[in-house]
């Protein structure tokens, strides 16, 4: 009887553990995610976003999802975008919780700085339904922003700054010097007015031949690629210039060359810029960078 007892109890015990794990549980993290949702200023699902655009007081600025992690730049003018950077400003949009609703029903939006807006930012999202988030005034103690959903009369603040959303073109266009793999790269040619320079690669053995022919340090050349590798544009200065004399690109000073798989890519260099970095071009494209 005392075994059958303690075996009864046991029973009990396990249905209660498993009724927490599946039922209370699972009912407590849906009230909590619905409690999290409701604090946010604009609940969203970041990898339901497909496109979004910024609008304030410079150009208009707009990115398309192409694939996952990897957007677009669309305006002012298309050109491969920084996913890192875009899919961080979404977070940091999904992230705004707000600090407290002001006005319900506001008559005038003009004293929050909402009925010209700082910024709008607009979302396009996977199931076709789209949302606007105006931003407004900084309020009069500093560290809080009013907010307003497009589509809810309600002016709400959350914790933040215009200086936060203060966002550049530059800031959304990737800045990928050149895109490559060191361990595919078989061929690098620096081409230049004095001391040219060629290294190819047989199985694991570099050589050099110009002035010089040697055999090329391993370790030397890796390390040269990749600081290619980890190079970015500065800045972009110019998507359609009518000369590249000015800059030292016609010809350039230097042209460095990297051949793998049969393809290659190239940065062209030409003159210094006030100290500040060498004029440009990725691929013989149009547009000069620094």
């Known amino acids: 009887m005392k075994f059958r007892g303690t075996a009864l109890m046991a029973s009990v015990f396990l249905g209660l553990v498993l009724y927490y794990f599946f039922v209370d549980l699972p009912a407590e993290q849906k009230e909590k995610n619905k409690q999290e949702q409701a604090e946010k200023l604009l609940p969203l699902e970041e990898d339901k976003v497909v496109e979004f655009s910024l609008t304030g007081k410079g150009e208009p600025i707009a990115l398309k999802r192409e694939a996952l992690h990897n957007w677009k730049l669309t305006l002012p003018f298309p050109a491969s975008g920084d996913s890192t950077e875009a899919e961080a400003f979404i977070s940091e949009i999904a992230d705004l919780k707000k600090t407290r609703t002001v006005e319900e029903y506001p008559k005038d939006f003009s004293i929050y700085g909402l009925s010209s807006p700082f910024l709008k930012i607009h979302f396009k999202f996977e199931n076709n339904i789209e949302e606007t988030l105006l931003i407004g005034n900084e309020s009069p103690l500093g560290g809080h922003l009013y907010f307003k959903r497009e589509s809810q009369p309600a002016v709400m603040m959350a914790a933040s700054s215009q200086s936060s959303f203060e966002k550049s073109i530059y800031s959304f266009r990737d800045k990928t010097l050149l895109n490559f793999n ?80 049969g393809e290659s890519q190239t940065l062209s260099l030409g003159n210094l810029m006030d100290g500040k970095g060498y004029f440009g071009r990725i691929n013989d494209s149009r547009n000069i960078i620094l």
């Not at 790269?185 to 570099?206: D, S």
Request: no cysteine; charged share 25%.
């Open 182 to 261: 060191t361990g595919s790269i078989q061929h690098i040619q620096i081409l230049r007015e004095k001391n040219p320079l060629e290294l190819k690669k047989t199985g694991q053995a570099w050589e050099i031949s110009g002035d010089i022919r040697a055999q090329g340090n391993k370790d030397a050349i890796m390390n040269f690629l990749q600081a290619i590798q980890f190079s970015r544009v500065a800045e972009f200065i110019d998507e359609a210039p009518d000369s590249l004399e000015s800059y030292g690109l016609n010809p350039p000073k230097l042209k460095l060359v990297l051949g793998f798989d």
